[in-house]
């Protein structure tokens, strides 16, 4: 069973900075798709980034040029650095990760719990 445990949430002052972390377990594709994307309350979940095992990432135009992706393949663990933060920001921010077998073309997705990010002076 694979599990994702996330970390890092907290209070931030605009302007300032966070760091999330997320750290997978269990039987995992080593070809994969991490990623984090966010809910505010009221809205719908949407996405923030990803990045692929090869390290190609992609930024919702939201953060882009403030937030960056990154991963340890090795720990199976992708972060999130969250530079700059505005008071748009605060949301239950979840990690995923996702891949398809390559054989049989099944799909796996799996989510985080959630942490909290609070933006407020």
């Known amino acids: 069973q694979v599990q994702l445990v996330e970390s890092g949430g907290g209070l931030v002052q605009p302007g300032g900075s966070l760091r999330l972390s997320c750290a997978a377990s269990?039987?995992?594709?080593?070809?994969?798709?991490m990623g984090w994307y966010r809910q505010a309350p009221g809205q719908q979940r949407e996405w923030v980034a990803t990045i692929t095992s090869g390290d190609t990432t992609n930024y919702a135009d939201s953060v882009k040029g403030r937030f960056t992706i990154s991963r340890d393949n090795a720990k199976n663990t992708v972060y999130l650095q969250m530079d700059s933060l505005k008071p748009e920001d605060p949301a239950v921010y979840y990690c995923n990760l996702y891949w398809t077998n390559s054989y049989t073309f099944r799909k796996f997705a799996y989510w985080g719990q959630g942490t909290q990010v609070t933006v407020s002076s």
């Open positions: 269990g039987s995992i594709s080593s070809a994969n798709t």
